[in-house]
C-alpha cells in the first residue's frame, strides 16, 4: 500500500493498486459521505498519473447556441426558451460566420456548437451551420450537436442515425459532445427529461459515431433529484459502451446550477460533492482517457483542486457560454491562455495545449493565431 486510507476503503485501495476495475457496490461505499473524500483523490490521483502523468490539458475554444428555442422542457435547464418569449433567439447565417471569423481571429482551434431544438427549424438548418463554418473556416474543428440533437433530427427525417451522423462528417463535423447524457436511469431521467432520447437512444447515437470514427464525449449531470445508486449507475453503462467501442475521449461531470431552473429549490452540490464525484468518475472509468473538470461549472477553485482529483483536463479558454450563466454560474465568461496555465501550474501540473481530439498544439511564436498539431497525445491503458 502507497498510501494509508479509511479501512472500508482498503479493497477498493488494493483493486486499483492492482489495475483491477470496480463494481457497483465499490462506487457506493465511495459514496459513503463517512468515507474521506481526500481518501478517495489520493486513489484517483494515483490513476490520473498512471495514465496522464503531471499532464493538465486545456484548449482554446468558443461556444456557439445558434437558438434557445427548444420544444423540449427539461426541468434542469435555464437556457431554453419558447418561441414567443421575449428571451427566444435565432441565429442570422451571417451572425453564425461572424462567430467563426471572431474565433479564428483569436487562435481557437475548436466551436462547441448545441443549441435548442426549434420546431420550425429542418435538419437542413442545422447541417447548414456545419457546412458554412466548414467551408468557410477549415481549420476550425467543428464539435458539435448531442445525441439528444441527433435523436431530434432522426425524428424530424424519419432517417437513420448512421445517415444523419454521416451527412453532418461530410459537411465538416469533426466529434460530438457529451451533453444530453444527464442520469440514464429512468427512474431520474422520467422526472427531469421524461420526453427527449432515453438512455438506449442516447448510448445507441454514440455507439454509431465510434462506429463511423467520430470521436464523443460523454457526461453526468448530477446533484438534482438522482441518489448515489443512480450516478453509479450511470458511470457504468458509460464503462461499459467504452468497453465495446472505445470512442469516448473525456468524461465531464457536471454540477447541477438551479438558478431560474424549475428545480430552483434545490442547493447546488457542495464543492465537496464535486471532488468526491470527479475521483469516484476517475475510478470508476477505468477505460476512458481523460475526466474534465469543467471550470465554467466547477468554479475555478474547485477545478483546480480537481486536477488532483482525478481531473486531468479543464477543458478551454470559452467564450460565449450561456448554458450554465442563464442557471446562475458566477465563472467569468473566459479565461485567457495565460490564466489557463498559472492555474494549472500552481496545481503542480505541466500545462498542455490540445486539440479536440487531443493532438498537441503548436503555436507560432511570433503569432500565436497561427497554430499546427502533432501527434495524438499518449494516455496509458
Ligand atoms: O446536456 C443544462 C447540462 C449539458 C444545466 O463535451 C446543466 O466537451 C447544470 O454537455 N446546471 C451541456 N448543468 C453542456 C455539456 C458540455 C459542457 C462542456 C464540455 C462538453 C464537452 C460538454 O449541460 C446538458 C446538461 O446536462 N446542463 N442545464 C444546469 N442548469
Given at each position: 500500500?502507497?498510501?494509508?486510507?479509511?479501512?472500508r476503503?482498503?479493497?477498493?485501495?488494493?483493486?486499483?493498486?492492482?489495475?483491477?476495475?470496480?463494481?457497483?457496490?465499490?462506487?457506493?461505499?465511495?459514496?459513503?459521505?463517512d468515507?474521506?473524500?481526500?481518501?478517495?483523490?489520493?486513489?484517483?490521483?494515483?490513476?490520473?498519473?498512471?495514465?496522464?502523468?503531471?499532464?493538465?490539458?486545456?484548449?482554446?475554444?468558443?461556444?456557439?447556441?445558434a437558438?434557445?428555442?427548444?420544444?423540449?422542457?427539461c426541468?434542469?435547464?435555464?437556457?431554453?426558451?419558447?418561441?414567443?418569449?421575449?428571451?427566444?433567439?435565432?441565429?442570422?447565417?451571417?451572425?453564425?460566420?461572424?462567430r467563426?471569423?471572431?474565433?479564428?481571429?483569436?487562435?481557437?482551434?475548436?466551436?462547441?456548437?448545441?443549441?435548442?431544438?426549434?420546431?420550425?427549424?429542418?435538419?437542413?438548418?442545422?447541417?447548414?451551420?456545419?457546412?458554412?463554418?466548414?467551408?468557410?473556416?477549415?481549420?476550425?474543428?467543428l464539435?458539435?450537436?448531442?445525441?439528444?440533437?441527433?435523436?431530434?433530427?432522426?425524428?424530424?427525417?424519419?432517417?437513420?442515425?448512421?445517415?444523419?451522423?454521416?451527412?453532418?462528417?461530410?459537411?465538416?463535423?469533426?466529434?460530438?459532445?457529451?451533453?444530453?447524457?444527464?442520469?440514464?436511469?429512468?427512474?431520474?431521467?422520467d422526472?427531469?427529461?421524461?420526453?427527449?432520447?432515453?438512455?438506449?437512444?442516447?448510448?445507441?447515437?454514440?455507439?454509431?459515431?465510434?462506429?463511423?470514427?467520430?470521436?464523443?464525449?460523454?457526461?453526468m449531470?448530477?446533484?438534482?433529484?438522482?441518489?448515489?445508486?443512480h450516478?453509479?449507475?450511470?458511470?457504468?453503462r458509460?464503462?461499459?459502451?467504452?468497453?465495446?467501442?472505445?470512442?469516448?475521449?473525456?468524461?465531464?461531470?457536471?454540477?447541477?446550477?438551479?438558478?431560474?431552473?424549475?428545480?430552483?429549490?434545490?442547493?447546488?452540490?457542495?464543492?465537496?460533492?464535486?471532488?468526491?464525484?470527479?475521483?469516484?468518475?476517475?475510478?470508476?472509468?477505468?477505460?476512458i482517457?481523460?475526466?474534465?473538470?469543467?471550470?465554467?461549472?466547477?468554479?475555478?477553485?474547485?477545478?483546480?483542486?480537481?486536477?488532483?482529483?482525478?481531473?486531468?483536463?479543464?477543458?478551454?479558454?470559452?467564450?460565449?457560454?450561456?448554458?450554465?450563466?442563464?442557471?446562475?454560474?458566477?465563472?467569468?465568461?473566459?479565461?485567457?491562455?495565460?490564466?489557463?496555465?498559472?492555474?494549472?501550474?500552481?496545481?503542480?501540473?505541466?500545462?498542455?495545449?490540445?486539440?479536440?481530439?487531443?493532438?498537441?498544439?503548436?503555436?507560432?511564436?511570433?503569432?500565436?493565431?497561427?497554430?499546427?498539431?502533432?501527434?495524438?497525445?499518449?494516455?496509458?491503458?
Amino acid at each position: 500500500m502507497i498510501f494509508s486510507v479509511d479501512a472500508r476503503l482498503k479493497p477498493i485501495q488494493e483493486k486499483v493498486e492492482a489495475g483491477e476495475r470496480l463494481t457497483l457496490d465499490d462506487g457506493l461505499v465511495m459514496y459513503d459521505p463517512d468515507i474521506p473524500v481526500n481518501d478517495l483523490g489520493q486513489l484517483a490521483n494515483l490513476v490520473r498519473e498512471r495514465k496522464n502523468g503531471k499532464a493538465a490539458y486545456y484548449n482554446i475554444n468558443t461556444h456557439i447556441n445558434a437558438t434557445n428555442i427548444c420544444v423540449y422542457r427539461c426541468t434542469f435547464c435555464a437556457f431554453r426558451s419558447d418561441l414567443r418569449s421575449p428571451k427566444g433567439y435565432i441565429m442570422s447565417d451571417e451572425q453564425i460566420l461572424e462567430r467563426g471569423r471572431e474565433a479564428v481571429e483569436n487562435g481557437c482551434t475548436e466551436m462547441h456548437i448545441v443549441g435548442g431544438l426549434h420546431h420550425q427549424c429542418k435538419f437542413d438548418w442545422y447541417l447548414n451551420h456545419i457546412k458554412i463554418l466548414h467551408d468557410a473556416y477549415p481549420q476550425l474543428h467543428l464539435k458539435g450537436w448531442t445525441a439528444v440533437e441527433i435523436n431530434w433530427f432522426e425524428h424530424l427525417t424519419k432517417r437513420p442515425t448512421a445517415e444523419i451522423l454521416q451527412d453532418l462528417m461530410d459537411a465538416g463535423l469533426g466529434s460530438m459532445p457529451g451533453g444530453g447524457a444527464e442520469i440514464f436511469h429512468p427512474e431520474v431521467r422520467d422526472q427531469i427529461c421524461e420526453h427527449k432520447a432515453d438512455s438506449n437512444n442516447w448510448i445507441h447515437i454514440h455507439r454509431t459515431a465510434h462506429q463511423l470514427g467520430l470521436k464523443t464525449n460523454c457526461t453526468m449531470l448530477y446533484g438534482h433529484v438522482e441518489k448515489p445508486f443512480h450516478r453509479v449507475d450511470h458511470l457504468i453503462r458509460l464503462r461499459e459502451l467504452q468497453d465495446e467501442t472505445n470512442g469516448f475521449q473525456t468524461f465531464i461531470p457536471l454540477a447541477f446550477h438551479p438558478e431560474n431552473t424549475g428545480l430552483s429549490h434545490l442547493k447546488k452540490p457542495t464543492a465537496l460533492d464535486d471532488l468526491r464525484t470527479m475521483a469516484i468518475s476517475r475510478l470508476m472509468l477505468d477505460n476512458i482517457p481523460h475526466i474534465k473538470a469543467y471550470w465554467i461549472m466547477l468554479g475555478i477553485g474547485t477545478a483546480q483542486t480537481a486536477l488532483s482529483y482525478g481531473a486531468d483536463d479543464l477543458d478551454g479558454t470559452v467564450r460565449h457560454e450561456l448554458i450554465y450563466h442563464d442557471a446562475g454560474a458566477i465563472t467569468p465568461e473566459f479565461l485567457s491562455v495565460e490564466r489557463l496555465e498559472h492555474l494549472i501550474r500552481e496545481a503542480g501540473r505541466e500545462p498542455i495545449e490540445r486539440d479536440t481530439i487531443y493532438r498537441r498544439v503548436m503555436r507560432d511564436k511570433t503569432d500565436p493565431k497561427k497554430w499546427s498539431v502533432g501527434e495524438e497525445i499518449a494516455v496509458a491503458v
